[in-house]
């Protein structure tokens, strides 16, 4: 079954430096998201991205973060400038049409962990 | 705007006994509703949705939700507990506009005892 996959599982960074994680939607998947969960705290909506360009964002998605769709196949959030309350679990998801009935897959995750 | 509120951040059950995650929503708007489970260190397994079909909704591992207008309830319900059903469960809204982003509930740690 297609399943929507992460790199890293892990990933500890120093307050300030730069971090790409990256994500790889079911292939014929054309709606991408990005999530996070901070420790003990709900799952928040950061952004969503088609035909190559932002939908929707939430106010935490500020000038710190980007989205891309580098090649055919990965999906990446960049921050720009980490802080220590990036520290979470980001998780991506992709969907089909809405035929499909809109569901989203997700990604294990990535945790981040700022320094 | 959309919500959810989910009415219990742990239940604890014993296996075999029937297990109920509840879940209240807020919607303007004809809503599409799921609920999602998270074992620990995993990701996020879609158990169920609800989008405007029939109310009652089965899906995996025994698990099924009822949608209930006149309430705005969309409780989780399972008949019979096992171990593995031990997990966060998280009931979510979306509204099918153009970026149907997922709003999510608090969560519901669920409890398993043997």
């Known amino acids: 079954e297609p399943e929507v996959t992460q790199t890293p599982s892990h990933q500890v960074t120093q307050m300030g430096q730069e971090v790409i994680l990256r994500c790889v939607p079911i292939?014929?998947?054309?709606?991408f998201y990005w999530y996070r969960q901070i420790l003990g705290q709900k799952v928040e909506f950061l952004v969503s991205?088609?035909?190559?360009?932002?939908?929707?964002k939430s106010e935490i998605f500020d000038d710190q973060f980007s989205v891309e769709r580098p090649d055919g196949s990965n999906f990446t959030l960049k921050i720009r400038s980490t802080k220590l309350e990036d520290s979470a679990m980001y998780f991506c998801?992709?969907?089909?049409?809405?035929?499909?009935?809109?569901?989203?897959?997700f990604g294990p995750g990535t945790r981040l962990l700022v320094l | 705007a959309q919500s959810v509120t989910q009415l219990d951040s742990h239940v604890s059950v014993s296996e075999g006994t029937p297990v109920l995650l509840r879940c209240n929503y807020s919607?303007?708007?004809?809503?599409?509703l799921f609920w999602y489970v998270q074992h620990p260190n995993k990701g996020l397994q879609l158990l169920l949705k609800y989008t405007s079909a029939a109310t009652l909704v089965k899906g995996i591992n025994g698990f099924e939700a009822e949608f209930k207008k006149s309430e705005t309830s969309f409780h989780l319900t399972k008949p019979s507990a096992h171990m593995s059903d031990a997990a966060e469960y998280f009931c979510v809204v979306t509204r099918m506009d153009s970026s149907y982003k997922l709003i999510f509930g608090s969560g519901t740690r669920l409890l398993v005892r043997p």
């Open positions: 998801a992709s969907r089909g049409p809405a035929t499909s009935g809109g569901t989203q897959y």
């Open positions: 919607s303007s708007y004809s809503p599409s």
């Open positions: 292939s014929n998947h054309l709606y």
């Open positions: 991205f088609y035909n190559n360009e932002i939908s929707e």
